[in-house]
């Protein structure tokens, strides 16, 4: 997802929100709903709920607006409340344990590698394979390469260091041509 | 380049991939690439993982209206916390003038005061302050929803409103104050005087009437 020029005027948004300006809650809401919602329904595999963290979500917004104090952007600091949110969620789930599970299900919805690879349709093989991916390494993936975080607030919304956030895309990158190549696909790296 | 710088730049491929490295990092990394076939193909292999990280999300469902219904059906529900946003520092400035600044500090004295443990005392009498407690203690009339001008001062505001018997009982909520113009007993006549004379005093920016 493209970073949008208008995100520039986030600061200015959050502190009229500070100062209970619905009008701003509104715009801020429109603006970045989309991308917070995205981010959810890939912890939480819900509508439902994932509509309902991410309503929750933003009243964190809401009440804690003042507190923002411009150490990251502010798309930053909404997916990391929205990341506490889903897990908090997805915690109360006995069926959606955080874990190999999750991505395993996720992968039972996509079209399996090896028979897209017969179609030679190579692009659908790579979009299969990735959600073979587990949830932390197709996380660190959205959040690099969908949301456009960068080395130091991908660390801030997931918690980790930032040494921590380039090894693990490292692992997650090299998990995928694994992963291809059983499916028969050679990405030619590593 | 030795292996660690090679697994450093390594790393940061879906980084240069997504935009995200700082102008001296980037340059450092394009030198690399130019003389690294290795590092060539990560970049192709991150780009392309790219697009179709991009195209699964994209494929995602939008959140329906309801999300935006519940969220602002939860932010109608929250309790008014006058206090949360009630801001004197550098926000307010862009509102309110210097010395209307000062006007604000001083109202909220008052209010520290009355939720100090004076919310039990009497309704003042016409023309004295009351505050946003006041009104959440449940006090009823003619309201109105104003902002001050930015060259009005409190001296002006204060002798106004008292001459025309009304009081501040809450604010400001994104710049605006809610005055009290009378009791319940009030007509909606009289209740558009008022706001109209509050109009006519160029001490207001914005006066419209409230409920």
């Known amino acids: 997802m493209r970073k949008q020029t208008t995100e520039s005027d986030d600061p200015q948004l959050l502190a009229r929100i500070a100062r209970g300006d619905r009008l701003a809650m509104q715009a801020l809401f429109a603006r970045h709903r989309l991308r917070v919602f995205r981010f959810i329904l890939r912890f939480l595999r819900d509508e439902g709920r994932a509509e309902d963290a991410l309503a929750e979500t933003f009243v964190d917004v809401w009440r804690q607006a003042g507190a923002f104090e411009g150490r990251s952007s502010v798309i930053t600091w909404i997916l990391s409340i929205a990341r506490f949110k889903a897990l908090s969620i997805a915690r109360m789930r006995k069926d959606a344990p955080l874990d190999e599970d999750y991505a395993a299900g996720l992968a039972d919805e996509a079209d399996d590698p090896e028979v897209l690879m017969a179609k030679g349709d190579k692009a659908a093989v790579l979009r299969a394979c990735i959600q073979k991916l587990s949830a932390e390494h197709r996380e660190i993936v959205d959040l690099v390469y969908y949301h456009e975080q960068s080395v130091e607030e991908a660390a801030a919304i997931i918690g980790i260091p930032p040494a921590t956030v380039k090894t693990r895309l490292f692992y997650a990158r090299q998990k995928l041509s694994e992963i291809c190549r059983r499916a028969g696909v050679d990405r030619g790296w590593p | ?211």
């Open chain 2, 1 to 211: 380049m030795n292996p660690q710088d090679r697994q450093r730049l390594a790393e940061l491929a879906p980084f240069y991939v997504a935009g995200r490295l700082e102008a001296e990092e980037r340059a450092e990394f394009e030198r690399a690439l130019a003389q690294d076939a290795e590092l060539a193909r990560n970049v192709e292999a991150a780009r392309a993982e790219r697009e179709e990280i991009i195209a699964l999300n994209e494929a995602l469902p939008l959140p329906s209206a309801r999300a935006a219904q519940k969220l602002f059906e939860m932010i109608e529900a929250e309790p008014v916390s006058f206090w949360s946003r009630l801001d004197l520092g550098a926000r307010l400035a862009n509102v309110f003038s210097p010395r209307a600044l000062g006007w604000v500090a001083a109202a909220a004295c008052l209010l520290v005061a009355v939720e100090a443990g004076f919310l039990a005392k009497p309704a003042p009498a016409p023309g004295e302050y009351a505050t946003a407690s006041r009104e959440e203690a449940g006090l009823d009339g003619r309201f109105a929803l104003v902002a001050f001008a930015p060259e009005a001062t409190m001296e002006k505001i204060a002798a106004f409103l008292a001459g025309q018997e009304a009081q501040i009982v809450g604010g400001p909520r994104a710049g605006f104050f809610q005055v009290r113009l009378g009791g319940k007993e009030m007509s909606e006549d009289e209740a558009a005087k008022k706001l109209e004379a509050l109009r006519a005093s160029g001490l207001v920016k914005f006066a419209q009437k409230k409920g």
